[in-house]
């Protein structure tokens, strides 16, 4: 039975390396429907997961400069603040419900990473990538940050800006709260639009949030009395590790657009599993 855990730990770890976001989501079902785990302890042993190897990903893009220090914690700590808040509507929730919530989150983030993974024409339907269409996705248009730069790119944090990004690093911090999830489908687009942040540097940016976060939502969780099995835990997060180095290591070799297309239909149709088991 715990060879299931670094198993399924894996498949987290390989498609967070390989999308760079996402594929956190699958870590909850794979728990509660793949090992039987309560899906409150699914909860917290994703946000162990997560957290760690999420930690590791942004030691990996700091040393190259790819992550805004200043910005990312403004937005943890608004997320920290959030994620105390999620663990207990967690608990006010019952198993099923809960679960069901998670399927329509789910949804929404299958939708989203095929919405990032291409354009789609209005007139023709047709589906271009990203890295061919010369264009943004969807969604990551920017017709003007509400957050500026000064002359040598440090972001200037008007009380507009600073309010946007607390605000969305508090949504981010109760979804991590609630689910186990990291939230970088929330704060990697955030990150783009608000603060006309490059691709490369809001997913390290959001590394160190999504790290922080779960730190918090795992501390909340135990507060309220959560337990965890440590030795399926120490198995999933080992798991992660080594699926996060190898989706770092192979992603550049494969087209991110195809990618991502495939995982949006993988969060589907576990989206779709969850709904029926808890309808059935």
């Given at each position: 039975?715990?060879?299931?855990?670094?198993?399924?730990?894996?498949?987290?770890?390989?498609?967070?390396?390989?999308?760079?976001?996402?594929?956190?989501?699958?870590?909850?079902?794979?728990?509660?429907?793949?090992?039987?785990?309560?899906?409150?302890?699914?909860?917290?042993?994703?946000?162990?997961?997560?957290?760690?190897?999420?930690?590791?990903?942004?030691?990996?893009?700091?040393?190259?400069?790819?992550?805004?220090?200043?910005?990312?914690?403004?937005?943890?700590?608004?997320?920290?603040?959030?994620?105390?808040?999620?663990?207990?509507?967690?608990?006010?929730?019952?198993?099923?419900?809960?679960?069901?919530?998670?399927?329509?989150?789910?949804?929404?983030?299958?939708?989203?990473?095929?919405?990032?993974?291409?354009?789609?024409?209005?007139?023709?339907?047709?589906?271009?990538?990203?890295?061919?269409?010369?264009?943004?996705?969807?969604?990551?248009?920017?017709?003007?940050?509400?957050?500026?730069?000064?002359?040598?790119?440090?972001?200037i944090l008007t009380s507009r800006?600073?309010?946007?990004?607390?605000?969305?690093?508090?949504?981010?911090?109760?979804?991590?709260?609630?689910?186990?999830?990291?939230?970088?489908?929330?704060?990697?687009?955030?990150?783009?639009?608000?603060?006309?942040?490059?691709?490369?540097?809001?997913?390290?940016?959001?590394?160190?949030?999504?790290?922080?976060?779960?730190?918090?939502?795992?501390?909340?969780?135990?507060?309220?009395?959560?337990?965890?099995?440590?030795?399926?835990?120490?198995?999933?997060?080992?798991?992660?590790?080594?699926?996060?180095?190898?989706?770092?290591?192979?992603?550049?070799?494969?087209?991110?657009?195809?990618?991502?297309?495939?995982?949006?239909?993988?969060?589907?149709?576990?989206?779709?599993?969850?709904i029926v088991k808890n309808l059935?």
């Amino acid at each position: 039975m715990l060879w299931l855990s670094l198993l399924f730990g894996s498949i987290v770890g390989l498609s967070l390396g390989l999308t760079g976001g996402g594929g956190a989501i699958f870590a909850v079902p794979l728990l509660a429907y793949g090992m039987g785990v309560p899906a409150r302890e699914a909860v917290a042993i994703s946000l162990v997961s997560v957290g760690l190897t999420s930690f590791v990903g942004f030691l990996g893009k700091w040393r190259k400069g790819e992550a805004e220090l200043r910005t990312g914690l403004l937005f943890a700590v608004a997320g920290m603040l959030g994620a105390p808040l999620g663990a207990w509507i967690g608990r006010q929730i019952p198993e099923a419900w809960l679960m069901l919530m998670l399927s329509v989150l789910m949804l929404t983030i299958a939708w989203k990473m095929w919405q990032k993974s291409c354009r789609t024409m209005v007139q023709t339907q047709v589906c271009i990538p990203v890295e061919t269409s010369g264009v943004q996705p969807e969604g990551y248009a920017n017709d003007g940050p509400s957050c500026q730069r000064d002359a040598v790119g440090q972001l200037i944090l008007t009380s507009r800006c600073a309010r946007l990004l607390l605000i969305v690093g508090v949504a981010a911090g109760i979804l991590s709260g609630m689910f186990g999830v990291g939230g970088g489908f929330i704060i990697v687009p955030a990150l783009i639009l608000f603060s006309s942040m490059s691709m490369s540097r809001a997913v390290g940016t959001s590394l160190m949030v999504i790290s922080l976060v779960s730190a918090s939502g795992l501390v909340s969780q135990l507060w309220v009395g959560q337990s965890i099995t440590l030795s399926i835990t120490t198995l999933f997060a080992t798991g992660g590790f080594i699926g996060l180095g190898v989706g770092q290591s192979v992603a550049h070799r494969l087209s991110a657009s195809m990618l991502q297309r495939v995982f949006s239909v993988a969060i589907l149709l576990v989206a779709v599993f969850v709904i029926v088991k808890n309808l059935s």
